[in-house]
């Protein structure tokens, strides 16, 4: 079953029209979101995430789009699938109508559910996607639908038989991963591309953040990371909201520690 609109219809029903807008435009966002055993994982981090995404967007915001609605209807869509544990993903997207310039600024919504699998792999390996770039700007900061170029990358892993491959801007900066934010670890330096670097404003990478800088162990900077650096590095992990860390254990020829990404690891889980 998926809520649309907050009606709970069967996944096999058609319900997405020619001129629907994240078909046409990708005139859309979404949440990936983590549910176990009943509870969101950050919740409120999510929900004002969308919400600043909204309005970056210009898309109207209902009243009743509160953070209890929003936890309310992902919760309802887990019950009705039958799901303590849950993978979720909630699309936003701009009501049906016009060419670029839409008829309405309204907006409809879908939220899909399947199980929770979050396995954490052993050995991962990545390699550095060349073909195309992010742009380093404020609209790729966000989860806007438009995601072609880690699809492309995504192929070309699969291709290849790498786990991941790493994104970088126009500039020849390291920006993020197909599927999350990017740690690089040197000595007790731990370091991440900024936001300018045109990387998406991830949850996970956000707790990262906040955990390390708190820390008396590690230093944390947001900084241009070049792909050199990666050949430098002690280790290397990558950030999202299902697999939380997922230490990359092979770039080229050089093989990483696991130790930072085990201890963040441990820290992260004591925040859910």
Request: proline share 3%; net charge neutral.
């Amino acid at each position: 079953m998926i809520n649309f609109n907050g009606r709970m219809l069967d996944k096999s029903k058609a319900i997405l029209h020619s001129g629907n807008r994240a078909f046409n435009y990708g005139d859309a966002l979404f949440e990936t979101l983590k549910i176990v055993n009943s509870k969101i994982n950050f919740l409120e981090d999510h929900y004002f995430r969308l919400m600043a995404s909204m309005r970056m967007l210009r898309m109207e915001i209902p009243l009743n789009f509160t953070m209890e609605f929003f936890e309310s209807e992902l919760l309802k869509t887990a019950v009705q699938n039958n799901l303590e544990s849950a993978r979720m993903r909630l699309t936003v997207f701009r009501k049906d109508g016009g060419l670029y310039n839409p008829i309405s600024n309204q907006i409809d919504y879908i939220i899909e559910t399947s199980p929770l699998i979050s396995l954490v792999k052993e050995k991962y390996s990545v390699d550095i996607f060349k073909d195309y770039y992010l742009n380093s700007d404020m609209l790729s900061t966000i989860k806007t639908t438009n995601k072609i170029t880690n699809v492309l990358a995504s192929i070309y892993a699969s291709e290849n038989g790498f786990d991941n491959c790493i994104l970088v801007n126009e500039k020849k900066h390291v920006a993020e991963a197909i599927n999350g934010n990017i740690f690089v670890v040197k000595g007790n330096i731990i370091k991440t591309p900024p936001i300018t670097d045109g990387c998406i404003k991830g949850i996970i990478r956000k707790k990262i953040l906040e955990m390390v800088s708190k820390s008396d162990e590690y230093t944390i900077e947001e900084v241009e990371i070049s792909p050199f650096e990666l050949q430098k590095a002690d280790e290397v992990f990558i950030t999202n909201t299902i697999a939380g860390i997922q230490p990359v254990t092979q770039f080229k020829k050089c093989n990483y520690s696991i130790k930072v990404s085990k201890e963040l690891t441990l820290m992260l889980s004591k925040l859910i």
